[in-house]
Antibody, heavy 122, light 107 residues
Framework: EVQLVESGGGLVQPGGSLRLSCAAS????????MSWVRQAPGKGLEWVAN????????YYVDSVRGRFTISRDNAKNSLYLQMNSLRAEDTAVYYC???????????????WGQGTMVTVSS | EIVLTQSPGTLSLSPGERATLSCRAG???????LAWYRQKPGQAPRLLIY???SRATGIPDRFSGSGSGTDFTLTISRLEPEDFAVYYC????????FGQGTKLEIK
């Protein structure tokens, strides 16, 4: 079964850091670009970042560039999101997502994890 | 970035009725790289339509997508109870953007 499972969410103070993980299974992880997408409570979806198969290219939404770092470990079939200098507006459910087509940098997401909640509050 | 505006914000219909959801882009979406998702409460989004009109794997044929350029439509021909949810459009150019969502509620 193709599956993505996120972990690492929790409560963190403003200015703090958190590292999210996403474990992939059931497909050739190293063949796909991968993304993080977030959803603030009661709000819509926002793409956060994506990373190329070998980690050599990364793209970020403007609001997190310089604070968040996306990375991956293909040997462990895992995707990560290091979040620093966290703000209240980063509070959201964070999903990892796989694009529909192997090798495409920008594509619809056909596989989503269940999400992990990040709350930034004092 | 391409701004997507969905309408209506909320749509109230009964099971068995036809639903028409709209997604308008602030500039032309290249290659019809437009997708639709359904999100039920407490769940991750599920891909319904990609390439503006292609149904994703396992999606019933009561779901159809159409449009090109800046105007796109998701049509649900006969609403089932599980279709009452929030729907998002997404353009997958560079960078990704999503619409703000349409809530489909039971009348």
């Amino acid at each position: 079964e193709v599956q993505l499972v996120e972990s690492g969410g929790g409560l963190v103070q403003p200015g703090g850091s958190l590292r999210l993980s996403c474990a992939a299974s059931g497909f050739t992880f190293s063949s796909y670009w991968m993304s993080w997408v977030r959803q603030a409570p009661g709000k819509g979806l926002e793409w956060v970042a994506n990373i190329k198969q070998d980690g050599s290219e990364k793209y970020y939404v403007d609001s997190v560039r310089g604070r968040f770092t996306i990375s991956r470990d293909n040997a462990k079939n895992s995707l990560y999101l290091q979040m620093n200098s966290l703000r209240a507006e980063d509070t959201a459910v964070y999903y990892c997502a796989r694009p529909l087509t192997r090798g495409w940098v920008w594509d619809a997401f056909d596989i989503w994890g269940q999400g992990t909640m990040v709350t930034v509050s004092s | 970035e391409i701004v997507l505006t969905q309408s209506p914000g909320t749509l109230s219909l009964s099971p068995g009725e036809r639903a028409t959801l709209s997604c308008r882009a602030g500039q032309s979406v290249s290659g019809s790289y437009l997708a639709w998702y359904r999100q039920k409460p407490g769940q991750a989004p599920r891909l319904l339509i990609y390439g503006a009109s292609s149904r994703a794997t396992g999606i019933p044929d009561r779901f159809s997508g159409s449009g090109s350029g800046t105007d796109f439509t998701l049509t649900i021909s006969r609403l089932e109870p599980e279709d009452f949810a929030v729907y998002y459009c997404q353009q997958y150019g560079s960078p990704y953007t999503f619409g703000q969502g349409t809530k489909l509620e039971i009348k």
